[in-house]
């Protein structure tokens, strides 16, 4: 199984990324996705899921109404589209994917167990 996040980077505050998690080696189809971030000296804390029918969608609270969790199962990958971006977004964002074990919504870290490599997004004030 491999996971590969892609599409940090700098942005100032207000502006927009969209992150990018490649998936391999594994039914993509039948698997629940994840966004995670860790900010330095702070622990991984969960941003965004979705089911691998994409019907369903969950946020953190933090980022509700500004960040969108999507899917393509043809391409076996997941998205994040991230707007109004603060600079407490800051941190290295993590895709993550388990199978679908019909417990919704899945949130924890250790709910979890691929993880891709992270990408680094920084936000600028």
């Known amino acids: 199984v491999q996971l590969q996040a892609s599409g940090g980077g700098v942005v100032q505050a207000g502006g927009s990324l969209r992150l990018s998690c490649s998936a391999s080696?594994?039914?993509?189809?039948?698997?629940?996705m994840g966004w995670f971030r860790q900010a330095p000296g702070k622990e991984r804390e969960f941003v965004a899921s979705i089911t691998w029918t994409g019907g369903n969608h969950y946020y953190a609270d933090s980022v509700k109404g500004r960040f969108t969790i999507s899917r393509d199962n043809v391409r076996n990958a997941a998205y994040l589209q991230m707007d109004s971006l603060k600079p407490e977004d800051t941190a290295v964002y993590y895709c993550?994917?388990?199978?679908?074990?019909?417990?919704?919504?899945?949130?924890?870290?250790?709910?979890?167990?691929?993880w891709g490599q992270g990408t680094q997004v920084t936000v600028s004030s």
């Open positions: 080696g594994y039914n993509f189809m039948r698997h629940v």
């Open positions: 993550a994917a388990e199978r679908d074990r019909g417990t919704w919504p899945t949130i924890a870290v250790h709910d979890y167990g691929y």
